[in-house]
Structures are given as C-alpha cells and as structure tokens.
C-alpha cells in the first residue's frame, strides 16, 4: 500500500493515535524530513536571504553578506555549499531567481540608492554578464528551464515589464497605466507573470503568452493584485491581492484559467502572500503575518489542508529540529512541491536561509490530517 492510497482513505476520519502510528509507517517508507540552514558567504556574518529554488530543489539562490560588508548573489548547494556570484555595478548584487535545470543564475547588480541597477545572467562557464538592456534601472526576476528566456523589469517611473529570448528583447506592454513588472516565467518561456498599472488608481496581476498578450487577471476585490510565480507548466499563478483597500487585508491568491482568481486564505485573518507555486498548483509557500505588525509566519499551502503554518508543521508534524528559529518566509518549492526554501531568524538571532525536504508526496495528506488531529486537541 502507498503513502498517498492510505492517506485517500483514512485522512477524512483518521483519529489521533491511527495518525501517529500511520506517520511512523510512512515516515520509515518514505525516508526523514530534513531541516538545512543555507551557508552564507561570510561565516563572520551569517546574513543570508533567499529568492529561488531549482526544479529538482538541490540549488538555492539568494543573496549574501560578504567579508566587505557588501551584499552578493549566490547559489548553494548541501554539496558544495554557497558561491557568490560576483558583481558589475558597486560591488553590490542579488541573485533573484535560478533556471530549472540549476544552471543559468539572474538578478541584478548595483544598489538602488545609487539609481543604478543593470540585470545580469550568470553560469559556472561564462560567468556573470549584463543583459545589456541600456536602462539606468535592471532587475531580471525570472528563468525558463534552461535560461535561454529572461523576464523581469527595467526603466523607474514608469517601471517596464521585459521578456528576453535569444532573438532579442520585448517590451510587454501594460494594461493601460503605464508601469509593468515582470516576476516569473514557466519552463518553456511561453508564459510570463507580473503586475501591471490598469490607471493612476489601480494594479492588477497579470498573465502574459505571445498569442494573447497581457491579460489582467483582476483583484479578490480591492484595488490591487500582484502575481509573483507561476507554475513551471505555466497553468498556475500566485501571488497577492487586497480583499478591500486595506492594505492589511491583502490575501494571497492562486489564478488558473479554470478557477479564475482564489483566495487562499490568511492566518488569524490578517495579511498573506504567496511567493512561489510547484507544478500544477499542488503546493504553494509564502508568508503570513501573525500580528498587524508583528513577525511573519511561512505557510505551506495544498488543496488538502488548506494554509498551514510551516512553525507548526515542521516540529510537530516533521519532528524537525527547529526550536529557536523563526521560520518567517517560505521564498520558493521545487517543482514536485518536496523541497521549500526561505527564510528567519535563527536561534542566535541571525537572518538566514533554509531548505526543508518532505520524504515524498504522499506524506503532505498524511502529514496533513496528522496537523488537523493535533489542532483538535490543542
């Protein structure tokens, strides 16, 4: 019998102790969940901050704290452990995101104090790069499978959403209000996600393909979306939206052509957003607040168990090691939803990067009526 054929089964009426004992049995199946903290560039100052992950979770990109008080971008691997990814403009830059495959790095370099940022594209062989845009203001956000097509923003006031291809670059226009940023790319490059200006009083997420152009996927019913991921295969997109104008009551959302737009939810009913989605919408990461202005809180998100917070769920339900530390953001998940990476305060009080491994799908229902059972009781 699978992980997930028992969890079908028992999930709707599995009563405490037939949970316990149905996770030590998987839990033994399936291998342990693991908890990593990232390595930082500078063991001196442990800063690290984390922006994106691989298809297959093995390399996370962010950046870094270095020995010269700067910022850089790198990638880590639990191999390898943190590279930086050098610098064109100030000695400054952030990687923002990683291709599929792991190989092709993009960000931006300089420091927006200085009104000067130039988007770059970085492999082990060549190194980093500009992408050679001609605007004062460059930030790449996005890579296809391979790296071989590029989004992300340029120019300030109005800001520009770009897509870049091997043929060359393409401006993607807005939904009527001038400015227009592009976060995330499917794996084929077909498929591009952002935020547009619709007029001087309103934003809205947007969904962009080459045959249809940009198309703006509405709010939860405030004045203002944001789509900040999409899927890999390019059918789902996630992000945030104000559910009236407060900015406090802003959701995060998940859109698909099907659904349209879905409110996901908010812990204690206050702000949420969701930062990066696996393939086909199965599991969605991000963050909460838990207090108006209090610290946020990472949740993981599936169709089963609704937002969870990733606190809870990795100690009490992964039986991770993790007390004193802060899990605040959930940055981004591999495409099969095993592997999450983001972001805290660590047990000595530094903010640092992580990557938690689920021991395989199925445990994510499992798991999940484990946390409804525990809740029960609380």
Not at 175 to 196: I, K, P, Y
Not at 277 to 298: D, H, K, L, Q
């Amino acid at each position: 019998m699978t992980v997930s054929t028992c969890a079908r089964r028992d999930a709707a009426i599995l009563p405490w102790a037939a949970a316990t004992a149905l996770l030590a049995l998987c839990g033994s199946a399936s291998g342990q969940a693991t908890f990593t903290r990232i390595q930082s560039l500078d063991e001196a100052n442990r800063w690290t901050r984390v922006t994106g992950i691989s298809s297959d979770g093995m390399t996370v990109v962010g950046r870094s704290m270095t020995d010269k008080g700067t910022f850089e971008g790198f990638l880590w691997t639990n191999q390898l452990g943190a590279q930086g990814v050098g610098s064109l403009l100030h000695n400054t830059s952030a990687a923002e995101a990683i291709s599929g495959d792991g190989k092709v790095v993009v960000g931006s370099s300089g420091r927006h104090s200085f009104q000067r940022t130039e988007a770059f594209r970085w492999t082990q062989a060549e190194q980093i790069e500009s992408l050679g845009i001609g605007s004062s203001m460059s930030t790449a956000y996005g890579a296809s499978h391979d790296g071989s097509v590029i989004v992300g923003q340029y120019d300030e006031f109005p800001e520009r959403a770009f897509r870049i291809t091997p043929s060359g670059m393409t401006d993607l226009g807005d939904l009527g209000g001038g400015r227009a940023s592009a976060r995330d790319v499917s794996h084929d490059g077909e498929t591009a996600v952002g935020w547009s200006e619709v007029n001087f009083d309103r934003t809205e997420a947007f969904v962009w393909t080459p045959e249809a152009g940009m198309k703006g996927l509405g709010t939860l019913g405030g004045s203002a979306s944001w789509a900040w991921a999409v899927s890999c295969d390019g059918g789902t997109a996630v992000g945030s939206s104000r559910v009236d104008n407060a900015f406090e009551d802003g959701h995060a959302f998940m859109w698909n052509q099907t659904d349209g737009m879905v409110d996901l939810g908010a812990m204690d009913d206050l702000f949420s957003v969701a930062w990066d989605v696996s393939e086909g919408g199965n599991v969605v990461v991000g963050e909460a607040y838990s207090a108006p202005f209090g610290p946020t809180r990472a949740f993981i998100w599936d169709r089963q168990n609704g937002m969870v917070d990733l606190n809870e769920y990795a100690k009490d339900v992964l039986k991770l090691s993790i007390d004193g530390w802060q899990l605040q953001s959930a940055k981004a998940v591999s495409d099969d939803g095993l592997f999450i990476a983001g972001d805290g305060l660590s047990p000595e009080g530094e903010y640092a990067g992580w990557v938690i491994q689920v021991p395989s799908p199925g445990t994510l229902v499992v798991m999940g009526a484990a946390m409804v059972m525990m809740r029960r009781r609380r």
